[in-house]
C-alpha cells in the first residue's frame, strides 16, 4: 500500500470531500471548506459533474464503446465509469487512471471482484508511460474504438502546461471511431466563476477557469456531438432535443461547469 502525505490536501481527497465521501482527511476538508467559501454550492457542483459523468458514459456505451480510459478518475463514489458502462453491456473494460495514490488503493478494494476494470497510478503529464503500462495493453485494445475520458481535470493544469498536448498523445494512440469526453471549469464572466477559481487556487494552488472557446480547443479539432458544450445542467447527449432551462435560467452554481464529447471519425 502506498504512503500518503495526509498533512496537506489533494484534488482527489478535496473532491471526495465536495461529494460527502469519506476517504478523506482534515486538510481535505479544510480545502473544501474553501470552496464552500467562495461558492456555497460546491457540492452541488461537484454532484452535477458527476451525474455529467454518468450521462457522458452511458450515451458513448449505448453507441457501442465498450472500452474506457479514465484520467483523473478520482476516488471511487456513487456511480462509477465501469458499473454505468457495464450496465450497458456487462463486458465493458474500463481502466481509471489516477496520480493520486489513494485511488489506487480505493479503488483495487472496490474492483477486487471485476476483471474487466483496473485502476493504475500514473500522470496525465506522462503520456506515453499511461499508453505504455502493461495493465492498460492488457485491458484495452487500441485497434478498437475507446472512450476517453478527461472528466474535471483540464481546470488543475495552467493553460502553459499546455495539457491539450497531453491528451493529443491519447488521442492519436485511438482509432476512428474513439470519442473524448471533458467537462472543465468555464469563464462566460461571472463572479461565481471567478469564485471557484479563487478557491482552488487558495485550496490547492490551482483550478483555473477558460472560456467556451479555450474549452472547445481541449477537444482537439474533433466534431461535438450534440448538444456540443454546454453547461451540465442543460448537457443531455443522448437527448439533444429535450427541454432544457435557457443558461440565464440556471442557478448561478450551475454556470460553473461545461461539458461535452467529441467524436473522432
Ligand atoms: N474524473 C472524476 C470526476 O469528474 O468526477 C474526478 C475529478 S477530480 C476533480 C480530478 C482527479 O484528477 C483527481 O482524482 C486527481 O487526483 C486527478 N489528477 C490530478 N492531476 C492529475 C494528473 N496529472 N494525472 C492524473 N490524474 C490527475
Known sequence: MPEFDISRPTIARVYDALLGGKDNFAPDREGAAAYVKYVPN???????????????????????????????????????????????????????????????????????????????????????????????????????????????????????????????????????????FITDFVDTGEPLQKGMEKAGLE???NGWIRTPERITEHFLGLPLVEPGLDFLARWFPEEPDKEVPAAEDLKPYQRILMAGIGYKA
Open 42 to 180: 460546491a457540492g452541488d457542483c461537484a454532484k452535477e459533474n458527476r451525474q455529467a459523468l454518468v450521462k457522458g458514459v452511458r450515451y458513448m456505451a449505448n453507441k457501442g464503446i465498450d472500452q474506457f480510459l479514465d484520467i483523473g478518475a478520482g476516488l471511487p463514489t456513487m456511480e462509477n465509469t465501469h458499473q454505468v458502462a457495464q450496465s450497458v453491456n456487462p463486458d465493458a473494460r474500463v481502466v481509471y487512471v489516477d496520480n493520486d495514490p489513494i485511488v489506487l488503493a480505493h479503488g483495487r478494494a472496490l474492483l477486487a471482484t471485476n476483471d474487466n476494470t483496473t485502476v493504475i497510478t500514473a500522470d496525465l503529464r506522462d503520456p506515453r508511460d499511461i499508453l505504455d503500462h502493461p495493465e492498460i495493453k492488457e485491458l484495452l485494445d487500441f485497434s478498437r474504438p475507446i472512450g476517453l475520458m478527461v472528466v474535471g481535470l483540464h481546470m488543475h493544469f495552467h493553460d502553459e502546461e499546455q495539457p491539450d498536448e497531453w491528451v493529443r498523445v491519447l488521442l492519436d494512440a485511438c482509432p476512428s471511431g474513439s470519442y473524448l
Open 203 to 205: 485550496s490547492l494552488g
